[in-house]
């Protein structure tokens, strides 16, 4: 093949950074050839026809004849596709950036003056109010009070969400029993249910755990139902084709492949259950940050409103933390990408 | 340093690591405009490493590597959109004027009128012809294929053969294939190369006429070549 001509053609533009090489660099800059302007004026048909296997090509084949079909270009390093490395170190910075800058923006925003404190509460003010709780012992009795309600609702409700979700995405039986009435479950909001729930269990612990529990099954029953359909057919029946049955099957096989959801699923309950604990700390409760957050808001306490706020926020973060760490023990063979 | 005029693919010294493990090291590669080059080799020895550093999926360590902008990838799988046509998938990135060239690679491919299909009522065998068309309507100057009849039955794997060589016959792109299968080499190729702890333990041109037969002397004496350097005894074909 005489390919000559068309291999010392202009250089077509060039994209991004695969033209700093020194090599494409090097030719990009070469001066065209005399003979080559033809292959710059004719952009459908390349002048390689002194090439006979081109040439016929170009009447066979429907796609020779395309608005696609252009000369030969340069070569060039192929540009890298993947995506690029990333230091442990610059990650971890970057994820706090966005934190530390909200932290800033308030911290400068209340200490000019450009915000009054009866908007927001100065840094100053909130840490004088956590000190305040410290020094009490109240904030650790409000956060394990919480702690236990939330733990004991999620545990409840999770674990029912779980064995629902599962039976549902295992049996076209159970799919049928369960999954319209759970679809009406998630439709009704868990907040109407308090009115019932206080004349049935009273106000005290029982309808706090019960509150929490019945806002956990939905996110629970939802994603685990998703996961275990999810789960490579294949791969179920082989194991049946084991022996696996029952139990056996599920907790050997199924639960396993569906624990990415599940897991997803455990951080929507425990984010569910901080929001239940507010209405259930709302009546009948003498300690808890949910009744923290009534009493800021029935004394008009600033600090105290963002105090709960950051509280919240420090939750979210150490829920997010407790998650990516069971990730990592009871997903080790997604090492890496589960919890970066 | 200048690649040739001639060539589509210009390597010197590559070399390539994985940890304590050296899959490629300091290749020199030279690939002619429309050749058809083939590189053979025992699995885990770094060919699809290589031709993942030609798709600019992997970054060399050291080494210079060329390859034309014009190149597209078939992989062992099919690796079709499952919630798009077929069409849709021949022409994915391209502008919709493609269409109709996404219609003629899919008659191309023998596929003609499957442009409406949904990728998972294809068989094995028409879902890696998609992809082929796919690769085909781009109009690559190097075509890469990644051990693409592996895991297609006996029968439609000489089919694709066939049909791998019409294709490239006709197109003329540069094409390095990588595969495990002796014969399918000898059958296609222009040039072989067996890659070995990370060189090339040998490197032959094959300069038979097409269509190749297997029973041919000179085909069974390149493959008693092949075999010897995989190390798997001749005298078992």
Redesign the interface.
């Known amino acids: 093949?005489t390919?000559?001509g068309v291999?010392?053609a202009p250089p077509?533009p060039t994209?991004g950074p695969?033209a700093a090489?020194?090599?494409?660099a090097?030719?990009a800059a070469a001066p065209p050839i005399a003979g080559s302007p033809a292959v710059t004026s004719s952009a459908a048909a390349p002048p390689i026809a002194t090439s006979p296997?081109?040439t016929?090509?170009a009447t066979?084949?429907?796609?020779?004849t395309?608005?696609?079909?252009?000369p030969?270009?340069?070569?060039?390093?192929?540009?890298?596709?993947?995506s690029p490395r990333r230091r442990p170190a610059v990650s971890t910075a970057v994820r706090g950036a966005v934190p530390l800058l909200l932290v800033t923006a308030w911290w400068y925003g209340t200490g000019s003056g450009a915000i009054s404190p009866d908007v927001l509460a100065g840094p100053g003010a909130v840490l004088g109010a956590l000190g305040e709780l410290v020094a009490t012992g109240q904030l650790g009795d409000y956060l394990l009070a919480s702690a236990r309600r939330a733990g004991l609702g999620v545990l409840a409700g999770g674990g029912i969400g779980l064995l629902l979700g599962v039976v549902a995405g295992l049996s076209a039986l159970g799919e049928e029993l369960i999954d319209p009435t759970m679809q009406m479950k998630r439709a009704v909001p868990f907040l109407a249910l308090v009115p019932l729930f206080i004349s049935w269990f009273g106000v005290e612990e029982t309808f706090k755990v019960v509150l929490i529990a019945v806002a956990a099954v939905g996110p629970m029953y939802a994603y685990s139902y998703l996961g275990v359909r999810g789960a490579d057919r294949k791969t179920v029946e082989a194991a049946r084709g084991f022996g696996l049955t029952g139990p056996r099957l599920v907790l050997g096989v199924v639960i396993p492949t569906a624990l990415p959801n599940i897991l997803m699923a455990l951080r929507i309950c425990l984010s569910v259950s901080l929001t239940g604990l507010i209405a259930a700390e709302q009546i009948g409760a003498t300690e808890g940050i949910g009744y923290l957050v009534t009493l800021a808001q029935q004394y008009y306490r600033s600090d105290y409103m963002v105090l709960c706020i950051l509280i919240y926020a420090v939750l979210g973060l150490l829920i997010d933390l407790a998650i990516r760490g069971v990730e990592r023990l009871a997903m080790p063979w997604r090492g890496h990408v589960a919890a970066r | 340093m200048s690649a040739p005029a001639s060539s589509a693919v210009s390597i010197r010294g590559l070399r390539k690591a994985f940890g304590p493990k050296t899959v490629l090291d300091g290749i020199d590669l030279e690939i002619r405009r429309g050749e058809f080059f083939v590189l053979l080799g025992p699995s885990g020895t770094g060919k699809t490493t290589l031709l993942r550093i030609l798709a600019g999926l992997e970054l060399p360590d050291e080494g210079t590597v060329l390859a034309p902008r014009r190149r597209t990838t078939v992989y062992q799988e099919p690796r079709l959109v499952q919630a798009r046509r077929v069409l849709a998938n021949v022409t994915l990135g391209l502008p919709r004027s493609a269409r109709e060239a996404g219609r003629g690679a899919l008659a191309e491919v023998g596929l003609e009128g499957y442009g409406g299909a949904w990728p998972a009522t294809l068989s094995g065998g028409e879902a890696q012809r998609v992809a082929l068309a796919r690769a085909l309507v781009r109009d690559p100057e190097l075509l890469l294929l990644d051990e693409p009849f592996a895991a297609l039955d006996a029968l439609t794997r000489l089919q694709m053969q066939e049909l791998v060589a019409e294709l490239c016959e006709r197109h003329r792109p540069a094409v390095v294939l990588v595969t495990h299968d002796v014969d399918e080499a000898v059958r296609l190729a222009d040039r072989v190369a067996v890659l070995r702890e990370g060189f090339f333990a040998v490197e032959q041109p094959i300069d038979l006429p097409h269509p190749r037969d297997r029973n041919d002397p000179a085909f069974i004496a390149h493959r008693r070549l092949f075999l010897s350097h995989l190390g798997v005894a001749a005298a078992s074909h």
């Open positions: 093949m390919l000559e291999a010392q077509t994209e695969a090489s020194p090599a494409a090097s030719s296997a081109i016929s090509s066979a084949s429907p796609i020779a395309s608005p696609a079909a252009t030969p270009g340069d070569l060039e390093p192929p540009r890298y596709l993947g």
